[in-house]
């Protein structure tokens, strides 16, 4: 009898957990679903027939679709970058000993706590006067302050796990540094730098403030446009919420693909 | 490369030059110095200029401590500091103990396919994007057809103005804050109590059927690093916090929801007095440092 209310609580209590975290996703996609008259009645309607019209509309709106293509640009540029510059980095981190690194590691950390907003005010002046404002360029150079430190530190966990002996018999064999790393490390690594390329994806993708203070007209990203049609009288809803699932969905598969690295990638690496 | 001779002497990691670690590290430290440090010397620099681009008549003169000193005594700036420390501590502890709470029910035996579905759920908060977050906020907390005011009246309570009022504005904040990050103190707790070695835990629990007994004794030390990366990261991470918070409310309504970041970027970029914004990011920057600091101390003893 215990053994069995226990188990019942066990299933209430993980349907409870459930619940709580897929409603606001689901409230969202289903307002998107929803007329405008449902979305604005109330009581709320829970039951309707769905209507693809706000997806129609935003998919004929060359301002979402130009907002999509630039998010995609961007989140693509920064994130290879990412690794290129990364994993050579995170090599060495692994592999080597010399001096400074740990002030080197704590440079890295900071930049994971860094406020964006520390950057986002002297970036502004600079891409001023250097005529780069509202250019894809400056949000995949600045979006590298966060990913770099990811795609360091994920993949330095990584090529630690690499066994050594491999290194050694490929050494004895005349291999120099630079050939281990591509022949060895990126190969075997390659699990880290996926995950770790995806983290860096996902970040820029939901990126905000740098890319509202840093692009105008022609470079907003989703997130951007997505906020920019909560203002005025009558609100588009059903619009807005369509953008943003349609914003979100992307993402979210890909931090479904990565999810047992979830912890890993947002406390850099901390708690295993 | 000199020096790279030392041949087969069986040494880990050796057989490479003295700059080798360089060439390597080179390239992303030379990017991070141009994106990140060059701009932060910038900011530093600017944060003793007037430099007010609204005004650009007034040209950009350097007025030594100026800024400073009208931060430090700006009450506005250390209310929003403190609005930030009191959103800290509203929302961690509800956030731990709801975070222990699912890490438990994750970690109990049984219910396979109920508890996985329930692990990969808790993902769709985190990668949801944080502006979507907002919007989603003022979605369910809007005052005429908000799903929050038909809860509140199915359960007896009138409807609320929640974003349309000081309380119910930092109120819907601090909600969506904990639906988004509760996952996050789940999924570390998890990752805590994995660590706990099964015959450990079998063993105590046929010493005790008590689940607290066993909480505290057994697998509370396994819980403790996870609990202490957890205060220090999210600290970090209220103090970033922007993107939901001025999606939904701007900081609204009057300085309800005035978190640091959301002050520092109006005055930046609405009043456009970069230095005196400068300034205050300066001095978040230093609150940042320190923390940072104290999360390698406490996490990464080892490194050093």
Redesign the interface.
Known sequence: MRFSSG?IL??I???A??L???F??Y??VS?SFKTQAD??????VWLFTPTLDHYREIFADSKVLGAVGNSLIIASATTF?AV???A??A???A????RG??D????F??????????????????A?QLKMLDTHLVLI??Y??FN?PIV?WICTDQFKSIP?DLE?AA??DGA??FTI?RKIYLPLGAPGIAVSAIFSF?FS?????YA??LTRRDVQTA??V??SF?SGYELP?GK??AT?TV??LP??I???IV?RH??RG??MG??? | ?PG?GSK?T?R??R??GRW??FW??A???F??FI??IY??I??FV?SFRR?N?ARPRDGFPFIGLENYTSVLTDGTFWASLFLTAKFYVTVLPVQIALGL??AL??H?T??GF??S????????????????????G???FNR??G?A??FL?SLGIGGLDWLGSQGGAFAAIVI?DI?QW???CA??FL??LSMVPGEIEEAARLETSSKWALLKHVQLPYLM??LT?LLI?RS?DV??L??MV??MTRGGPGSATDL??IY??RV??RIFD?GT??AQ??L??II??L???L??RV??KE??
Not at chain 2, 119 to 132: D, E, F, M, N, S
């Open positions: 188990k066990h299933a209590g993980l349907t957990v459930i709580f975290t897929l606001p996703f409230w969202m307002a979305i604005l009645a109330s009581p709320p970058l290129m510059l990364g050579p980095a090599f060495a981190l592999r080597y000993e010399f690194k740990s080197l590691w704590f440079w950390i900071s930049n994971r706590m860094t406020s964006p907003i520390v950057l986002a005010l002297p970036v502004y002046i600079l001023l150079l600045i590298l302050t770099l360091v050594p050694q050494r004895l120099d540094q790393f996902i993708w939901n990126e905000l403030l509202l203070v997130p951007v997505a906020t909560m809803w807005i919420m943003g914003i979100v993402v979210t890909f931090a479904l999810s979830m912890v947002l406390t901390a708690t295993k | 490369m790279r087969p069986i880990p990691n057989g490479y080798t670690p390597f590290l390239p992303a430290v990017t991070l994106i990140g701009p932060t910038f900011a600017t430099y681009i709470m699912i029910l994750l109990k049984g219910m109920l508890k579905l329930a692990r990969v759920t808790l993902v769709v908060p985190l990668a949801t994007t944080y502006a979507v977050v907002g919007l989603i003022r979605l369910i005429d057809f799903v005011n038909w009246d969506m639906w509760t996952p996050f999924l570390i990752a805590g690093p996870g990366a990261l970090a103090l970033k922007f993107d001025f999606v640091v970041s520092i970027q930046g970029f970069l914004a400068s990011a300066i978040l920057l940042t440092i923390i940072s600091r999360y390698i996490l990464y490194v050093n």
